[in-house]
């Protein structure tokens, strides 16, 4: 009773206290430059569309579900997630998919009065859209194109109200290695299938270009423009250009290309992987693009690909990239914007209220509800399904997004057996991820890398009350545990965020902090009660 009292107490006053810190924000007078990446931490792919005033920006989400994260900003600068696009079950499943797949590379558009959501689902049946008239959702059900081969799907509206598919294939005899081919074909969104004749436009930009994909089209002052990613989405990652007059013809290379990379700024420059770019074009006529991209720490890439903003003009039809840099810049000027920040998600979730926060995901589809809120705490079943598997376990994260920051939580959970576990973890994949877990009588400090699990740390302990904490400064990570905040002790040595960084097997997608509790293959009715979990930084 007293803390539901002190929580309504709290959250009132947190309230005015926000209402007051906004009003205080919007006072100010607005910045002239804009810190990159605009999106920080696992937010690759990205796509936008502008309406009105308003724009909307997505990016892939692979297995963690809900799926598709669909952020909102009035600047271009600030952003809000407010929806998701995969948000029913019924949707998609991603059980028994690889971490890497799922979802991949999202384009968002809107014509007439309708949002669309086109993309692939890697290893689950491949290209689908969906619908919705509010960004925020719901969407519909998936709208399946079984003739679209490849992957990357696309949609443009052309000036006699054709919807036009565009993507990319492989599925052809190759001249060279890595080749591929950008097609596209009229879209029937009344028949809801690809009809007409199906064009192929490029296979890159030179006779060796390999891995053309993520095309999007742009019908502007009359001719069409074509921006695709070449060369992989790692050190060699591009955003390359083509024109046509005529979106039914074979497309001719810009003469600049690749229009941006950071290709030929060597393996230690600290922006890597710059490609798979989206343009749009604000209500003041400025064209900007948001492009992918890889922040190194100390030779790593713990955070995964991540979102930046540049500005583009057009030279005779060529995409300029930030003119006279040629680069992604980490500070630039800001858009000709009205600056509209956004509210701040508070450090600690305090689980207070009748649902979870956007923020949180878990990884693949659940097929029954396993945690509960109720009087200020999340409350997680203990289920056979572990992480390790391809499976829905009983496991909540949000991104990491810094590479300083402090995770903590309060956990209540007692058992008598010794395959019951319940904490805090750190996770990348099934074969890459960090736990700190409280078991019968101990704390254990697990470390799986590379597909080799091991207990690294363990420490005595019995009350069934703990509090967890891990800090991370760039590629260092040091865990603790303890009876109180004021009293935490550390267990095992530092370790490495090497474990959750880009490698062969951390691929494509990226790192969730949060919770996780699991007993191990066997069916109880145990629980395990979290208070609060905090992400600071």
């Known amino acids: ?30 910045p002239k430059n804009f810190q990159n990446p605009i999106l920080p931490g696992f937010n690759p792919d990205p796509s936008i569309c502008r309406v009105g005033d308003d724009y909307y920006m997505v990016t892939s989400s692979f297995c963690w579900y809900p799926g598709i994260p669909i952020y909102h900003s009035k600047d271009l600068v600030n952003w809000e997630l407010v929806g998701h696009g995969i948000t029913r079950p019924e949707q998609l499943n991603f059980n028994g998919v690889k971490d ?31 619908t919705a008239k509010n960004p925020a959702g719901p969407w519909s059900d998936p709208v399946w194109l079984k003739d679209a081969v490849g992957i990357d799907p696309s949609l443009m509206w052309d000036d006699n109200d054709k919807c036009y598919y565009s993507g990319n294939s492989w ?39 390999g891995y053309a994909e993520s095309p999007h089209i742009y019908k502007i002052n009359g001719d069409y423009l074509l921006i695709a990613a070449e060369g992989g989405t790692d050190m060699y990652h591009s955003i390359t250009a083509h024109h046509s007059s005529s ?21 230690d420059y600290p922006i890597q992987a710059v490609g798979h770019g989206d343009l749009v074009q604000t209500q003041n006529g400025d064209w900007w693009a948001v492009v992918l991209g890889k922040r190194l720490v100390d030779g790593q890439v713990p955070l995964s690909r991540e979102t930046f903003l540049c500005k583009v003009n057009f030279e005779n039809g060529t995409p300029i990239f930030n003119p006279g840099h040629g680069k992604v810049l980490l500070e630039q000027e800001r858009p000709n914007l009205p600056w509209t920040p956004v509210k701040k998600e508070p450090f600690r979730d305090e689980f207070s209220l009748d649902s979870l926060a956007l923020k949180w995901h878990t990884v693949r589809t659940p097929k029954e509800k396993w945690y509960s809120l109720d009087k200020g705490f999340l409350t997680l079943k203990l289920r056979p399904q572990v992480v390790d598997s391809l499976v829905n376990a009983s496991m909540l994260i949000q991104r990491t997004s810094h590479f300083q920051f402090s995770a903590s939580t309060k956990l209540n959970f007692k058992t008598s057996k010794e395959n019951e576990q319940a904490g805090l973890i750190i996770y990348r994949t099934n074969e890459s991820y960090y736990m700190l877990m409280k078991e019968k009588a101990r704390i254990v400090l697990i470390r799986k890398f590379n597909g080799k699990k091991e207990i690294i740390a363990e420490a005595p302990y019995t009350k069934p009350e703990v509090y967890f904490n891990v800090k991370a400064d760039k590629l260092d990570l040091q865990f603790s545990f303890g009876e109180s905040l004021d009293h935490m002790n550390t267990i095992g040595n530092i370790q490495s965020l090497v474990v959750i960084s880009e490698s062969t097997v951390n691929k494509f997608n990226g790192t969730g902090i949060g919770l996780y509790a699991t007993s191990n293959g066997q069916i109880t009715k145990t629980k395990a009660s979290f208070d609060w979990f905090e992400y600071k930084y």
């Open 171 to 209: 599925d052809f005899k190759k001249s060279w290695p890595g080749q591929c081919a950008i097609w596209t074909q009229e879209l029937d969104l009344k028949q809801q299938k690809l009809v007409g004749e199906k064009k192929i436009l490029t296979y890159g930009y030179a006779n060796n270009a």
């Open 1 to 30: 009773m007293f803390k539901n009292n002190f929580l309504k107490f709290a959250k009132r006053y947190l309230t005015i206290i926000i209402l007051f810190v906004c009003s205080f924000i919007n006072a100010q007078e607005a």
């Open 100 to 130: 890497k797949n799922g979802i991949w590379a999202v384009t968002i558009r809107y014509h007439s009065g309708l949002f669309y959501l086109i993309t692939t689902c890697s290893d689950c049946s491949g290209n689908f859209y969906i």
């Open 247 to 267: 979106i039914l013809e074979s497309f001719k290379a810009d003469k600049i290309n690749p229009v941006l990379s950071h290709r030929q700024l060597g393996k």
